[in-house]
């Protein structure tokens, strides 16, 4: 059994811990949850730090547990928020509770074989039995208002004059017991999170030692932060979501390829489950040569399989190279419709009607009115541009301008022209 701590400490996952931890899971293997909020369908790439504690935790020998708030995801966790969140109905969360299972599963091996298999569990199936009376009766009486009081998450909404509501002031009650019914009923003696949810963990651990009498044990893992000081997980767009609907996966690798080199050795340690002997080489390779970028390309290769798969991998790193290096004509073929129109967002284009489309006769014709002089001021500047060799379409090079016009559509309905290095035009056949 290799040790879950040290695993962490090196890769700079450790924040906070409790005491005696570390010997407790040196025993031999123990059981650990960590809680997801349903607020969404898909997990993103900030939810993607918890996701790696938990493998790191199964890969050590032990056991996780996902938990999934379909309860607490109906009040929202007021901590280090601003306002209360909107409340989603059960149906919603239902369904955003399958779909991040699916994610998960990616990534932690649920499978019926193993004495650490991991488990998804939702707090709704035992919350929702539940009266409000039987609450505030059986569990409120073991925590104190000052003692809730106190939490950090509390106290700064409190001071900055946006106030708590009762039902997100009981939040961290609620969590605190969904620890107590996992460590009764599960055997698990310790709960994992983000370093904002300290103050929620160990009320959980208070409350077991006051209702079971028994010892639980809590870790954090740091909030992770851009080197500018930008927020991790956000780009112009929004979050980087999983799921390829949400963030395709070539905007998903892209994502990856463009951090920084500061955040890249940072970020190579806490997203892969590279080794520290290959992590190092690697930084070592790009010192030599930082604008080889190895890197960036390792992380984005690592952390898009897992996620999206070899195939979609493929698909990215070929559309990459459409922009930034050699290409053919089957990789742009090979590039789905979003995946092209993404590539070459704000590229110019101009649009042609398939029946004026089908009337062209030469490549001349396609360079003159068809394309309103968007390419090309006229057609004498597009034959000069072709014979010098400088002018391409969907990769191909033009060498005769007044060769028939026999050109395939990309998706049935794209042509991608490119002028010189740099300048690429899209025609749409409509």
Known sequence: MNSFIEELRWRGMLQDMTPEIEEHLNKGMASAYLGFDPTADSLHIGHLVGVMTLLHFQRAGHKPFALVGGATGMIGDPSFKSAERNLLDKETLDHNVASIQAQLAKFLDFSESGENKAELVNNYDWMSKFSFLDFIRDIGKHITVNYMMSKDSVKRRLEDGNGLSFTEFTYQLIQGYDFYHLWKNENCTVQLGGSDQWGNIVTGTELIRRMGGGSAYALTVPLITKADGTKFGKTEGGSVWLDPEKTSPYAFYQFWLNVSDEDASKYIRIFTVL????????????????????????????????????????????????????????????????????????????????????????????????????????????????????????????????????????????????????????????
């Open 275 to 430: 080794d520290q002997e290959t992590i190092e080489g690697l930084e070592n390779e790009h010192a030599e040569a930082p604008h080889f970028r190895v890197l960036q390309k390792e992380i984005a290769k690592q952390i898009t399989i897992m996620v999206h798969g070899e195939p979609n991998y493929e698909m990215a790193v070929k559309a990459s190279q459409i922009l930034f290096g050699k290409s053919s004509t089957d990789d742009l073929a090979a590039l789905d419709e979003r995946t092209f129109l993404q590539v070459f967002d704000g590229v110019p284009q101009v649009q042609i009607e398939k029946s004026q489309f089908e009337s062209l006769v030469s490549i001349l014709d396609l360079f003159g009115e068809a394309t309103q002089g968007v390419i090309f001021a006229s057609k004498g500047e597009a034959r000069k541009m072709i014979q010098g060799g400088g002018v391409s379409i969907n990769k191909e090079k033009l060498s005769d301008p007044n060769a028939d016009l026999n050109l395939t559509l990309l998706q049935n309905k794209y042509l991608l022209i490119q002028k010189g290095k740099k300048n690429y035009f899209i025609v749409e056949v409509r």
